[in-house]
């Protein structure tokens, strides 16, 4: 059965903290994988990974992605309270399919 | 602005009733898609379209209808044979099946049956 699957659920931290969210699947035909950053209501886009190795960047964000090993993680350098939110996780198989998400709450 | 706009953002219905939850795209985009979320669990995807007047189910299609009669709008009907229709719904367009740019969502509507 094809799946996505996020780890942690939910994480606390505090500014400054460095968080690494993780992503794992298991789909048949593999495209690409997304990350998204949901803070109230519409996902954001943030990465789309399709090869292994190359980390994506952006300011305090990075990801990158092992298709050896199924998984991708997103990292988060000096938090912010603005990162609170939840990441999803997304894989494209001919489907998206989206994992349960990671819920990060930054306190001050 | 282009964009993606869902309405109503809070929807309320008495058990027996269909709804309506509108969708409506700005950006040219040929695909649009519906997905529910509950807690805890990932986006489910209830439709998709990827052509005008042509749609698809996606892993949970029953109890619900879509029709695309216009590119820009993709509108979602929740029936009376939905047996859990209280959720968060999402709509989403790309291009080219969001292979480039993933997809862009709207708000959402938050549907609860009371």
């Known amino acids: 059965e094809d799946k996505v699957v996020q780890s942690p659920l939910s994480l606390v931290v505090h500014e400054g903290d460095t968080v690494t969210l993780n992503c794992s699947y298991e789909?048949?035909?593999?495209?690409?994988l997304l990350w998204y950053k949901q803070e109230k209501k519409a996902p954001t886009f943030l990465f789309m990974l399709t090869s292994s190795g190359i980390e994506k960047k952006s300011g305090r964000l990075s990801s990158i992605l092992d298709k050896k090993e199924l998984f991708s993680i997103l990292n988060i350098t000096a938090t912010q309270t603005g990162d609170s939110a939840v990441y999803l996780c997304a894989v494209d198989d001919n489907d998206m399919r989206f994992g349960a998400g990671t819920r990060l709450t930054v306190k001050p | 602005d282009g964009g993606i706009t869902q309405s109503p953002k809070y929807l309320f219905r008495k058990e027996g009733q269909n709804v309506t939850l509108s969708c409506e795209q700005n950006l040219n985009h040929d695909a649009m898609y519906w997905y529910r979320q509950d807690p805890g669990q990932g986006l489910r995807l209830i439709y998709y379209?990827?052509?005008?007047?042509?749609?698809q189910k996606g892993d949970i299609a029953e109890g619900y209808s879509v029709s695309r009669e216009k590119k820009e709008s993709f509108p979602l009907t929740v029936t009376s044979a939905q047996k859990n229709p209280t959720a968060f719904y999402l709509c989403?367009?790309?291009?080219?099946?969001?292979?480039?740019?993933?997809?862009?969502f709207g708000s959402g509507t938050r549907l609860t049956v009371v």
């Open positions: 379209s990827q052509i005008v007047n042509d749609f």
């Open positions: 789909v048949t035909n593999f495209r690409s």
């Open positions: 989403a367009s790309s291009t080219d099946r969001g292979l480039v740019y993933g997809y862009t």
